[in-house]
Nanobody, 124 residues
Framework: QVQLVESGGGLVQAGGSLRLSCAAS????????MGWFRQAPGKERESVAA????????HYADSVKGRFTISRDNTKNTVYLQMNSLKPEDTAVYYC?????????????????WGQGTQVTVSS
């Protein structure tokens, strides 16, 4: 059984930082692209960042460019999202997702496995 477990969420003041982690277990994700999504109350789930298997290709939503950094450690089957200069509008549940294949996509439909999410709340 595939499991993605996110951690690192919490409450932070505007301008602060958090680092989210997503640990994968149950199978190896060799050759798999992974991504982070978020969903705020009353809004659709949106892509935040994505990373290829090698880590050589990354994509970011315009709203987080220059503030968030996605990375991965394939020896640990873990993906990270470093979030700096956080804003109240970054408040959401953040989800980790994995594809069965490599290649970056923005669409949630392109991902095959999902974590349960971790809450990030940024106070003003």
């Amino acid at each position: 059984q595939v499991q993605l477990v996110e951690s690192g969420g919490g409450l932070v003041q505007a301008g602060g930082s958090l680092r989210l982690s997503c640990a994968a277990s149950g199978r190896t994700f060799s050759g798999s692209a992974m991504g982070w999504f978020r969903q705020a109350p009353g809004k659709e789930r949106e892509s935040v960042a994505a990373i290829s298997w090698s880590g050589g290709s990354t994509h970011y939503a315009d709203s987080v460019k220059g503030r968030f950094t996605i990375s991965r450690d394939n020896t640990k089957n873990t993906v990270y999202l470093q979030m700096n200069s956080l804003k109240p509008e970054d408040t959401a549940v953040y989800y980790c997702a994995a594809r069965r294949s490599d290649g970056l996509t923005w669409s949630p439909d392109g991902y095959d496995y999902w974590g349960q999410g971790t809450q990030v709340t940024v106070s003003s």
